[in-house]
């Protein structure tokens, strides 16, 4: 079965600094890998995925993910955070049409 | 929005009662899914289905079951309540090899 591990699980940050979060799974199969976002009170929306070819993956809102295949991460990036931004954030691999997700990352950004 | 609703939206039960949720989805999706979130665990599979009455456990299916009698519901029911069950429930919906689609979810307090 497919497992997935985020750490920092609760990050604070000003606006305008970067984010990134990590994400690592172990499957021994193909995966399919999502990053997707809650905002408060709301359900889970699809920030990005990734199936196949350009590793580098560009989702909505300005974040963007990269899939290392020998490191099995898939780590999600966003150059400058907005308020607007907090949130938390799942990362989740898909094998054998089940999501696996991991603990969720909480991120809090100050104005 | 991928046509999901799941009723009730907020319940409170007392310990030992049988609770059913309901999950009803428009756009004819095979595949849907119950999921609990709790804080520190991020989401974690209870049931799926793959089609009418075809269903399968998740990684905490105990004190849980769930039917799907046409395309469009999912049920999933608690046969007899208790305080660990206190959760927000979330159903979605996909193809089975792409992203899922969540619906608003369910918050159930078990008193």
């Known amino acids: 079965a497919q497992s997935v591990s985020q750490h920092n699980h609760h990050v604070i940050l000003s606006e305008a600094a970067s984010l990134e979060l990590g994400c690592n799974y172990s499957?021994?199969?193909?995966?399919?890998l999502f990053w997707y976002v809650q905002y408060p009170g709301q359900h889970l929306q699809l920030l990005l995925k990734?199936?196949?070819?350009?590793?580098l993956v560009k989702g909505i809102k300005g974040f963007e993910a990269e899939f290392i295949k020998s490191k099995f991460s898939f780590n999600l990036r966003k150059p400058s955070v907005q308020w607007s931004d907090t949130a938390e954030y799942f990362c989740?691999?898909?094998?054998?049409?089940?999501?696996?997700f991991g603990k969720g990352n909480q991120v809090v950004v100050i104005p | 929005d991928a046509g999901i609703t799941q009723s009730p939206r907020h319940k409170v039960t007392e310990t030992g009662t049988p609770v059913t949720l309901r999950c009803h989805q428009t756009?004819?999706?095979?595949?849907m899914y119950w999921y609990r979130q709790d804080p520190g665990h991020g989401l974690r599979l209870i049931h799926y289905?793959?089609?009418?009455?075809?269903?399968d456990k998740g990684e905490v299916s105990d004190g849980y079951s769930v039917s799907r009698s046409k395309t469009e519901d999912f049920l999933l029911t608690l046969e007899s309540a208790t305080s660990s069950q206190t959760s927000v429930y979330f159903c979605?919906?996909?193809?089975?090899?792409?992203?899922?689609?969540f619906g608003p979810g369910t918050r159930l307090t078990v008193t």
């Open positions: 990734y199936f196949s070819g350009d590793p």
């Open positions: 289905s793959y089609g009418v009455k075809d269903t």
């Open positions: 756009e004819n999706h095979r595949y």
């Open positions: 989740a691999v898909d094998g054998n049409n089940r999501l696996a």
């Open positions: 499957y021994g199969g193909t995966v399919n």
């Open positions: 979605a919906v996909g193809t089975g090899d792409d992203e899922q689609y």
